[in-house]
């Protein structure tokens, strides 16, 4: 089944320290999104992957840097988080050829605080 | 500047009773809309996708409509349950391509009361 597994699902850090997000897909999908959600916002996307190897920012990227050492998983890294950086992260998966009726598909959600 | 507005921002409504949310939004250019349903705490699951300048879906209890012309979408929801208590949001992409980005709106609340 097609999935795409977000970790931790909730994280507690300090201001200045070092946050990684994790995401997993099964999809086989080339394309690997980071984005995120604030009350009163739509998604916002922050960083991207058409591959293994590959990342691109997004229009949010600042403070954010993005990993994608395999097909499988894309990784969010908060070097030096702060407390505008809480809200809730979400990873999404994509097709390449990202045909309108191929849905990107979500993980679960990473709820990070940070204080 | 926000490009999808959608409205209301909440909508409470009984068991059994029917409901409309709207979507207007000024991307340009606008390749398709979707609705995704968002319950909480959850990722987001993708209920209908429209492409045609005047497009219509139909999903179960759920309906769409989208009007190019108007950039313009409904989402129609029959004979509601308390399963359909989520957020619903709606989502333009620019291009029919993976190089295309999606640009979300903030979404309606629905609570479904018995």
């Known amino acids: 089944e097609a999935a795409v597994t977000q970790s931790p699902r909730n994280k507690v850090a300090v201001t200045g320290g070092k946050v990684t997000l994790s995401c997993n897909q099964t999809n086989n999908h080339n394309n690997m999104y980071w984005y995120r959600q604030d009350t009163g916002h739509g998604l916002r996307l922050i960083h991207y992957s058409y591959g293994a190897g590959s990342t691109e920012k997004g229009d949010i990227p600042d403070g954010y840097k993005a990993s994608r050492p395999s097909q499988e998983n894309f990784s969010l890294i908060l070097e030096l988080a702060t407390p505008s950086q809480t809200s809730v992260y979400f990873c999404a998966s994509g097709a390449r050829t990202g045909r309108n009726n191929q849905a990107p598909l979500f993980g679960e959600g990473t709820r990070l605080s940070v204080l | 500047k926000t490009q999808v507005e959608q409205s209301p921002q909440s909508l409470v409504v009984r068991q059994g009773e029917n409901c409309v949310l709207q979507c207007n939004y000024s991307v340009t250019p606008d390749n398709h809309l979707r609705w995704f349903k968002q319950d909480t705490g959850k990722g987001l699951v993708s209920l209908t996708v429209?492409?045609?300048?005047?497009d219509k879906t139909s999903n179960g209890r759920y309906s769409a409509t989208l009007d190019k012309d108007a950039k313009h979408s409904t989402l129609h929801i029959t004979a509601t349950l308390l399963d359909d208590t989520a957020t619903y949001i709606c989502?333009?992409?620019?291009?029919?391509?993976?190089?295309?980005?999606?640009?979300f709106g903030a979404g309606t609340q629905l609570i479904v009361i018995p």
């Open positions: 989502v333009v992409g620019d291009r029919g391509s993976a190089l295309g980005r999606l640009h």
């Open positions: 429209l492409v045609d300048q005047k």
